[in-house]
């Protein structure tokens, strides 16, 4: 399994896991470790890979930079716009991301 491949599927599993976990009111470190991979991986590993293919050690610090500005931003608007609900932004961040990843997925098992 190649490192984009990894990251990808590690990724979208966090898109899964996170809000279900969140929604369903569990506690637990699983929990935290999955909410960081969903708010540090997921929008980077979903966007930048379709732009430009790079070496795998400039893409992960893009793809953890890139995610953690965009749930910055997201969260600044929500909170400018008097909206601030973290549930629904989880959910809605994961939702956004597990249809980029997937077809990224698809496509990566595709060719291999």
């Not at 898109?15 to 699983?30: D, E, I, K, R, T």
């Not at 930079?65 to 973290?86: I, K």
Request: net charge positive; aromatic share 4%.
């Amino acid at each position: 399994m190649t490192r984009r491949l990894m990251l990808v599927s590690l990724a979208a599993t966090s898109c899964v896991v996170a809000p279900l976990m969140a929604v369903a009111g569990v506690h637990s470190p699983v929990r935290v470790a999955a909410a960081l991979l969903l708010f540090g991986l997921a929008p980077g590993a979903a966007l930048l890979p379709l732009l430009a293919p790079r070496a795998a050690g400039v893409e992960i610090g893009l793809v953890v930079g890139f995610s953690l500005a965009t749930c910055a931003l997201v969260a600044q608007v929500m909170l400018w716009l008097g909206a601030w609900s973290p549930l629904g932004a989880t959910c809605l961040l994961a939702a956004a991301c597990l249809v980029p990843l997937t077809g990224q997925i698809v496509a990566m098992r595709a060719r291999a």
